[in-house]
């Protein structure tokens, strides 16, 4: 009975949320603060990627948010899964086509995942395409050798300095007089590796600190066993 | 001197970061980082407060300049709060030293940071970015305590908290597929013509119950009971007393500025009465002290939304009034849990053990009561006098509910006190008693003199809060202060 | 009025009121006689039981209360008796008026129940329980009377009661005028005598003349000359308040003796009533007469 | 800023507090704290103009906080409270010093709680008392509130239980005046009394309705009116001797204080009597008469029935407050006089009253009507001090008692009211049946074996009692002393005067000169005995078991008294309407919250809170679609 | 009046499909970990939702590729604001997940109903009251107590 009256609710949910939304104008948003910043972003932060200079300039401290949550979560999960691992012989090795292969594709992955961070502010993608894809570098050979194990002290120092440098940047404006986070150094560099200012450093900060939070993540939740 | 405003939200953070690694070289001087950023936290936030600068001043992050960067807004009443988050959070700071030190403190910092941060945003989305770093954080304080009962509580809570995320996120859209802006000031501009109507009344609900769930709004409240009830003291204190305020502080904002609608205010009546009803009447038969103390902050919470439902500057006053009361007691009280947190059987004859624990569970109870000349009453007087003033019917109800919770509310809270200072049962030494631990004991004393503080001062107290409440309440001072100084850099 | 003169009004009247409740006591057991076919006792035999009593040799005390009772028990009655006119003389009627001498009229009882009490005797603390309920019984109606008339007279002055009935001759009685009342205020009065068939408080068979079982020689005197009293004060009382009080004394005295010897006729036709029935009877008859009474007065 | 008198008190009445509590802990605290309330009652004396149509004195103290303006200020209403508060407390609190204070204390008795507990009550009162507006009464009406609960539940167990019902039923009453001000406020838009007085003509009646109610309802319950009577006797009884005399003096007449002051004075009785309930014959100020009457009537025959003879005193006294009640609100010149005078006669015998039954106690160890008895010969003195304090209690001249219960009666004479006279009258004789038992069977009758040698009352509790007696006596032979306070009272309510005399009343329709009355009754008591002492034989004193016992031989192991059921005829017909509705009544409001609470848990316990987020936003939203 | 079945519509009934399949999926799932799911189910609509705020016809990404005059991009702002509410997501699971494992391993269950059951009783164990008796369904297993063979042969269960 509840089963059905929470199917029909639901529903019911959805419907009127439909049917409000259908009132919106779809494919023609108002633009008020998009349009601005789409006219203003080049020349504020120098970023060709505008998504990238709201990620960053813009809306900064919402990333800083996101940061400290991922943060938060993997120290959360850590406090919760306790630093006891055991790497129980229990699982299969992985063969031979994973093992090798999770070999050779680390430092691709790598590459791929730095490449992505750097061009953050040219191209699609940035910090956390490329943090995910730096934790699946670090990831992938635990899941062909579920004995080995992350160093996990060298990952939470990469996650701290990464973290902290991050608002120190910000910070360093601070002390330049200006607001936190405020780019500096904007050159006039349009389009170019060597432009946006800080941005790029940013990206880099978040691009490291992802990456080593994901793979830390990842690697509490494979090698957690059991509470002894 | 105002840029550094921006300090108490972000050192804390930074000090988050660096905690675990300097942990691993020295626990004596990692042990010391939180405290010292917590009262440099408060130093600047109580020198900004003494040294007169002109509030509300908003201050843009990044210097953008608002409707496209983020800014904060920083009014007396921000500044009240995030004081007090700062302020708190060294209270209820988490000293035990053991292997999870460093990540329990980082966590703490982090929830210090993004309350900070709630109170002070300016934007939309922004306060949803913290509220849900809130909301991550406390999970794993919640879990920290490490009893399966908490992981349990945790997960419940966490799934419900998720789907009011989702609510959130989605009034969130709405609001932006309408408006095109998040910022708070804009919106504040923009919403007589484009919120003004059955999408925005719906992005506002959907917000509403997305942060109620934080803010113990009936009904998805539910959390409340099994998360104090598990979660350590300090924990508990801090998510009863000043994460809930945190969330009604959005609420009251999103009102204040953007939804004038009647309708609005009428749901919170409703869900308000409704908290009160259930809050107060699940305490009166409570056995254990922990979940007395959350169903009656469910109902507590339940009055200051009925407050909040009142649309004037008066009902303002009297959310603040409340509100900063029960900041108060129900910290104290959390505090008090801490050595009593189990049934309220086995407090019989707990005033001979701990006679100052139980004169000030006295003092806070007849707080929470109302009782003249304590803060209470003015809190619970400012609301009644508001309640009547208004017309429609509701309100009356909702005064009538409110006062007799008020009699629910005594005879509960004064059941348990006659147990305190009752004769202990006869098979218990009086050693075995049980009795609040020193350090919660000092910190709930220094909540009981800051209530008699508060009780002693009440003409200036008062008039502060009105102060405070008429500057919250105008919304036109809200928009100029955003759009004519953006503060900082330029 | 002349300092001396109220003096001895205060003192006559008392004085009137034993001589006249003496022969009240002889015209009842007269009564009783005649109905019972006895002769009856001499013209004197009240007084000669009064003197007989208080010359016992055999006069046992149970303690200074004891003695006290009966003091109060006469004392309040003597009292009683100045604040209720007789032709000729008001004496401090005035200063009281009905309601006090109402509650005056209870001291005696009080007296006796404390007197009693000190007994030690439960079937004596018996008997003054059941007195009490008596009281409780028939005190209601009869207070209902009394507002009747006092309302109608317009005053609780006895004074001026007596004088408006007196105004118009016989129309203007209170028996003429509220005749409702004036059945109720009878009925009460029967009950307040505590003459068969409502003298649950005696009850000899039961519990040993309850009140007197301890009484002896002039403690019995005492409450001998409490009776006369009383049978005087009750019936004076109907008197002033139904029948238009005397002018004379010579109809004033026909008044009182043939109001008294309604109920005391009655009496010695009837068995004893138990303590409820008689809360029950009270409550219910005249209660609802003299309310109905109240209400033609209103 | 400079002190006046009232400040004065206010200065003394706070010092007395401050030393019961810092120095509370040491022996000679009580006598300290008992001179320190003569000094306060001298502070009042400074005031006795008041007590004779003075002009009301302000306090330099005032607050403003949150746009409300606080301040306080004595009038004859107050100052005649006060003075019996302040009187009583000196009373109580001399009575508890000396040997009751060592027995207490070793009986493991908190002295200490006791006198802080006591000082605060006054303090508390006074502060209510003076209140000048609405704000400040709420705030005096909470405090004592909570000093009466402080008071009552020091004792421990069963007092803790009567005192957790009496804060229940209290903060339900205050919650009500909340309310009632907050009413109040809005349509006067201050809470000065002098605004509410303009406001008050201009109310509609559903509006005055609704604030006779609330505040009826809410000072009701401190008076123990009907059917909020039930938390009082237990709680009273249950308190320490002293202190249930000084409660059951004064305290719950707090409550009618503040009728007075806000019923009376501020909405005018005339205004409530102009508010009719539909359908009857009768206006609210009927229903309050009746609600009177039957708070006289009720609690009375419930006395009756006890078996405590605390608990019989504490039923009483929620009786006699019925009286006061009827009195003022028949609101003629006689009935608001007899009302008034009242308070002040129920408080000097009600404390006498529970004096001498703590004395009993004192020296016994019970207060069991079932067993005690024939104390009398041990205890001479208390016996006096009852017996007059009965014969006030009772109404019956010539004491105090008479005198306000006669002008009571008399205003419903001339109102025309018989019901209500009837009634009132019913109430009279039920005590006089109730406490010739509690004389009787503490006092009378046979003397128990363990009760052998008990000696009298100490000299410390004897001679507050008697001073109480003496007033007792003295204020029943010269009414015109507190009658004098009382017409100063009346003016300053508003409510017409009585003509007084230093013996009574005077009236064209009726008067009363208790000095003629007492002059007489004790003339023909003194005739009395003059016949009986000099007419007749000597007598004999014999043992009380010499005694007839249907032609037995007592001995001292026969118990040969008659105490329990005492009334037993009358309960054979009576007994049956003792049915505890209002108890039944209360237990279904209790198991009702009860089982709503029980309700609330589960839906809090195992919920599927998620399902509450769906359906809260699907009516949510739905409510605003649609 | 039938709506026409245009793009938009589409795209917001997946949206807001999504979110009721989610909501739906948490209330309705036994089984926490489907109801973890079901939340990130929910979170997809409503980042769906948020993406399509800022669309625009005909419009390209934000990003620009030319200096100068760029053709209309959409609305960068959404853009951002899903990356960041994606990563918050993400954040928010790990830590379900790992919570999950825990009570896992505790409780040996992860059926909601027990796991309730089961906190409510550590909760009512720790503090040390009775404990009020589950509503719902009766505690633990209950066999019946396997029928004597006699009984079976009496109702004829041998063939």
Same mark, same amino acid.
């Given at each position: ?27 023609? /948003? ?11 972003? /080049? ?80 191209? /699609? ?104 | ?164 995320? $989702? ?12 408006? &095109?802006?998040?910022? !708070? ?24 119950? &997305? ?36 969330? !009604? ?5 999103? !009102? ?182 020193? !350090? ?20 200036? $107290? ?19 202060? $955003? ?8 | ?32 006689? %005649? ?16 003197? %007989? ?126 005749? +409702? ?43 001998? +000359? ?28 026909? %008044? ?27 409550? %219910? ?14 | ?142 405090? #004592? ?115 007075l002051l806000v019923l009376v004075k501020l909405f005018g009785i005339v205004n409530i009597d102009s508010l009719k309930i539909p359908f009857t014959l009768i206006d609210a100020r009927d229903l309050l008469a009746w609600i009177a009457v039957f708070t006289i009537i009720f609690p009375t ?19 006699q407050g019925g009286y006061m009640l009827l009195g003022l609100v028949v609101a003629d010149a006689m009935g608001a006089a007899g009302g008034l005078l009242h308070v002040f ?11 001498? #039954? ?269 | ?159």
């Open positions: 009975m509840r089963n059905l009256t929470s199917l029909l609710f639901a529903g019911g949910l959805g419907f009127m949320l439909l049917a409000i939304a259908s009132g919106l104008d779809f494919g023609a /948003p108002p633009m008020l603060v998009g349009g601005a910043i789409q006219s203003t972003a /080049p020349q504020e932060t120098g970023a060709t990627n505008i998504v990238t200079s709201v990620v960053l300039g813009y809306r900064g401290i919402d990333t800083l948010g996101e940061l400290s949550i991922l943060f938060a979560a993997a120290a959360a999960a850590g406090l919760v899964l306790g630093r006891r691992h055991t790497t129980a012989g229990t699982l299969t090795e992985g063969g031979f086509v994973l093992k090798h292969g999770g070999a050779m594709l680390f430092p691709l992955l790598m590459t791929i995942g730095f490449y992505i961070i750097f061009h953050g502010h040219l191209t /699609p993608g940035g910090g956390f395409q490329g943090g995910v894809i730096l934790a699946a570098a670090f990831f992938l050979p635990l899941l062909a050798r579920p004995g080995a194990r992350l160093h996990h002290g060298m990952l939470s120092v990469i996650e701290g300095f990464a973290g902290s440098s991050f608002i120190l940047i910000g910070l360093a404006a601070l002390s330049e007089g200006e607001a936190f986070l405020q780019p500096m150094l904007v050159q006039d560099t349009l389009g170019q590796l060597v432009s946006a200012g800080t941005l790029p450093l940013l990206y880099l900060a978040v691009g490291l600190k992802v990456g080593a939070e994901l793979a830390g993540l990842l690697s509490h939740l494979a090698q957690t066993e059991s509470e002894v | 001197m105002s840029d550094l405003i921006v300090l108490p939200l972000v050192l804390p953070l930074f000090g988050a970061f660096l905690l675990p690694i300097v942990m691993r070289t020295s626990i004596s001087i990692g042990a010391w980082i939180g405290p010292a950023i917590l009262a440099y936290g408060c130093w600047i936030l109580g020198d900004q407060w003494m040294s007169g600068t002109a509030l509300p001043f908003s201050l843009a992050i990044g210097g953008f300049a608002p409707p496209m960067g983020i800014n904060l807004y920083i009014d007396s009443l921000a500044l009240l709060f995030a004081f007090a988050v700062q302020l708190l959070g060294l209270l209820f700071w988490p000293f035990k030293i053991d292997q999870e030190t460093a990540r329990r403190q980082a966590l703490m910092l982090l929830l210090v940071a993004a309350s900070t941060g709630l109170a002070l945003s300016g934007d939309l989305f922004n306060l949803y970015v913290f509220y849900e770093l809130v909301a991550v954080a406390t999970f794993g304080l919640i879990a920290a305590s490490g009893s399966s009962a908490a992981y349990a509580s945790t997960i419940r809570y966490l799934i419900l908290s998720g789907i009011g995320s $989702v609510l959130t996120l989605l009034g969130i859209a709405l609001i932006y597929s309408q408006t &095109g802006t998040l910022n !708070l000031a804009h919106l504040a501009q923009l919403a007589p013509e484009q919120l003004n109507n059955k999408l925005g009344l719906t992005a506002f609900l959907t917000i509403l119950i &997305g942060v109620g769930v934080k803010a113990e709004l009936f009904p998805v409240n539910t959390w409340a009971p099994e998360v104090y009830a598990t979660a350590a003291s300090r924990v508990s204190a801090f998510l009863a007393g000043l994460v809930s305020k945190l969330a !009604l502080l959005i609420i009251l904002r999103l !009102l204040v500025l953007i939804f004038h609608q009647p309708e609005a205010v009428q749901v919170m009546l409703v869900l308000g009465i409704l908290g009160v009803i259930t809050g107060e009447l699940a305490a009166w038969r409570a056995k254990d002290v922990r979940r007395m103390l959350a169903f009656s902050s469910i109902g507590q919470l339940g009055m200051i939304f009925i407050a909040l439902a009142i649309p004037e500057q008066g009902g303002l006053l009297a959310v603040l009034a409340l509100t900063f009361h029960h900041l108060l007691i129900k910290s104290g009280l959390f505090m008090l849990a801490d050595g009593w947190g189990g049934a309220i059987e086995k407090l019989r004859g707990a005033a001979k053990r701990s006679p100052l624990a139980a004169a000030i569970f006295v003092l806070f109870s007849l707080s929470l009561i109302g009782m003249p000349p304590l803060p209470g009453f003015w809190a619970k007087f400012t609301l009644i006098t508001q309640l009547a003033a208004q017309t429609s019917p509701l309100y009356l109800i909702g005064l009538t509910v409110f006062l007799l919770a008020t009699v629910i509310e005594a005879a509960y809270l004064f059941r348990l006190a006659a147990l305190l200072y009752g004769p202990a049962a006869e098979d218990t030494p009086i050693d075995t008693i049980p009795k609040p631990a020193g !350090l919660s004991l000092a910190t709930a004393s220094l909540f009981g003199i800051g209530l008699l503080a508060a009780a002693l001062f009440i003409t200036p $107290v008062g008039d502060l809060l009105s102060h405070v409440a008429g500057q919250a309440a105008n919304a036109d001072l809200y928009i100029n202060t $955003v759009f004519a100084g953006t503060g900082g850099s330029q | 009025m002349a300092p001396m003169e109220l003096i001895i009004e205060l003192i006559l009247m008392p004085l009137v009121a034993f001589v006249v409740g003496m022969m009240m006591v002889l015209m009842m057991r007269r009564i009783a006689a %005649k109905l019972q076919r006895r002769i009856g006792p001499p013209f004197f035999q009240p007084l000669y039981d009064i003197v %007989k009593l208080h010359s016992k040799r055999t006069q046992v005390s149970h303690g200074l209360i004891h003695d006290i009772g009966i003091v109060m028990a006469m004392g309040g009655y003597i009292a009683a008796e100045t604040l209720l006119p007789v032709p000729g003389m008001t004496g401090i009627a005035e200063k009281g008026g009905i309601i006090t001498l109402l509650y005056l009229m209870m001291i005696p009882s009080l007296g006796l129940a404390l007197g009693v009490g000190q007994c030690a005797n439960p079937n004596g603390s018996i008997g003054i329980a059941r007195a009490l309920t008596a009281m409780l019984a028939y005190d209601i109606p009869l207070v209902i009377v009394i507002f009747g008339v006092a309302y109608a007279a317009g005053t609780t002055n006895l004074v001026d009661i007596i004088a408006v009935q007196q105004a118009g001759g016989f129309e203007t009685w209170g028996a003429v005028q509220m005749p +409702v009342l004036a059945i109720a205020g009878l009925i009460a009065m029967h009950a307040s005598l505590g003459k068969q068939p409502f003298e649950i408080y005696i009850a000899p068979a039961e519990i040993a003349t309850g009140p007197m079982v301890e009484m002896s020689g002039k403690y019995l005197g005492g409450l001998f +000359v409490m009776q006369c009293f009383q049978l005087y004060t009750t019936s004076v009382l109907y008197v002033s308040l139904f029948l238009g009080g005397g002018t004379t004394w010579f109809d004033f005295l026909l %008044k009182s003796f043939l109001v008294l010897a309604i109920p005391v006729s009655i009496a010695y036709l009837f068995p004893r009533y138990r303590t409820e029935d008689l809360l029950r009877l009270m409550w %219910k008859w005249p209660v609802m007469l003299g309310l109905i009474g109240v209400a033609f007065v209103l | 800023m400079t002190l006046t008198p009232l400040d004065e008190l206010f200065l003394y009445s706070g010092i007395t507090v401050l030393v019961a509590l810092l120095l509370g802990r040491r022996l000679p605290a009580g006598w300290m704290v008992t001179i320190l309330y003569g000094i306060q009652l001298l502070a009042l004396m400074k005031m006795a103009p008041l007590g004779y149509g003075g002009e009301p004195i302000s306090s330099a103290l005032t607050f403003e906080v949150m746009g409300q303006s606080l301040s306080w200020r004595f009038d004859a209403l107050s100052w005649y409270f006060a003075l019996i508060t302040l009187g009583s407390a000196l009373l109580s609190s001399w009575y508890a010093c000396g040997e009751w204070e060592q027995r207490f204390r070793q009986s493991g008795g908190n002295l200490w709680l006791f006198h802080l507990a006591m000082t605060l009550n006054v303090f508390s009162m006074l502060i209510l008392l003076a209140s000048g507006d609405l704000l400040s009464l709420f705030i005096g009406w909470e405090l #004592v509130s909570w000093a009466g609960f402080l008071l009552m539940a020091m004792a421990g167990g069963v007092a803790t239980k009567a005192a957790m019902r009496y804060i229940t039923y209290a903060m339900a009453g205050a919650m009500a005046i909340f309310g009632g001000i907050a009413l109040v406020y809005v349509s006067a838009g201050s809470l000065q009394y002098e605004a509410i007085l303009t406001a008050a003509s201009q109310m509609s009646t559903a509006h005055l309705w609704m604030l006779v109610i609330l505040f009826g309802a809410g000072f009701g319950i401190k008076m123990g009116l009907m059917p909020f009577h039930l938390w009082q006797a237990p709680a009273y009884a249950e308190t320490p001797g002293p202190g249930s005399a000084f409660l059951g003096a004064i305290s719950s007449r707090m409550g009618l204080f503040a009728i025959f419930t006395a009756m029935k006890q078996n405590d003879a605390r608990q019989l005193l504490a039923w009483h006294g929620i009786g006669n129920h408080a000097t015998y009600q404390a006498a009253l529970f004096m001498a #039954v703590t004395a009993v106690i004192h020296r016994t160890g019970t207060a069991d009507l079932n067993k005690l008895g024939g104390l009398v010969v041990r205890m001479p003195l208390t016996f006096m001090v009852l017996l007059v304090g009965i014969i006030g209690l009772a109404g019956l001249p010539p004491m105090n008692g008479f005198v306000s219960k006669w002008l009571v009666y008399r205003s419903l004479l001339n109102e025309g009211m018989p019901l209500l006279f009837v009634a009132a009258v019913i109430g009279t004789l039920g005590t006089i049946l109730s406490v010739y038992k509690l004389i009787h069977n503490i006092f009378l009758g046979q003397l128990r074996v363990e009760h052998d040698n008990v000696k009298e009352a100490p000299w410390s509790m004897m001679i507050p009692m008697l001073i109480l007696t003496a007033i007792i006596f003295i204020t029943g032979l010269l009414p015109g002393i507190p009658l004098a306070w009382v017409a100063s009272v009346q003016q300053a309510v508003g409510l017409p005067v009585p003509d007084y005399t230093l013996g009574g009343v005077e009236s064209a329709s009726g008067s009363l000169d208790m000095i003629w009355v007492i002059g007489v009754l004790f003339a023909g008591f003194g005739i009395g005995a003059l016949i009986f002492y000099f007419a007749g034989g000597r007598s004999k004193r014999v043992h009380q078991l010499d005694n007839y016992a249907g032609g037995h031989f007592l001995t001292a192991d026969v118990r040969y008294q008659y105490s329990d059921n005492f009334y037993a005829g009358l309960m054979h017909l009576i007994g049956g309407w003792y049915r505890g509705s209002f108890l039944w009544l209360e237990q279904s409001v209790k198991s009702l919250v009860e089982f709503l609470s029980l309700g609330m848990q589960g839906l809090y316990r195992r919920a599927n809170a998620e399902f509450y987020l769906l359906s809260t936003a699907l009516f949510v939203i739905a409510w605003v679609v649609i | 009046m039938m709506p026409e079945i245009s793009l938009e519509l589409i795209l917001y009934t997946t949206a807001l499909g999504l979110i009721s399949i989610g909501l739906a999926g948490v209330v309705l799932s036994r089984h926490l970990f489907r109801m973890v799911l079901a939340l990130v189910i929910a979170e997809a609509g409503a980042n769906l939702m948020l993406v399509l705020a800022g669309y625009r016809w005909d419009a390209v990404a934000p990003i620009l590729t030319t200096l100068g005059e760029h053709p209309p991009m959409v609305d960068p702002v959404p853009q951002a604001m899903v990356l960041t509410a994606i990563v918050i997501g993400v954040g928010i699971q790990a830590l379900a997940v790992s919570i999950l494992i825990r009570i896992r391993q505790r409780y040996g269950t992860l059926d909601r109903s027990q796991v309730a059951e089961r906190m409510d009783a550590e909760i009512a164990d720790t503090a040390g009251i009775p404990r009020d008796v589950s509503q719902e369904s009766p505690l633990g297993e209950r066999p019946l107590p396997s029928l004597p063979d006699s009984t079976v042969e009496i109702r004829g269960g041998h063939s």
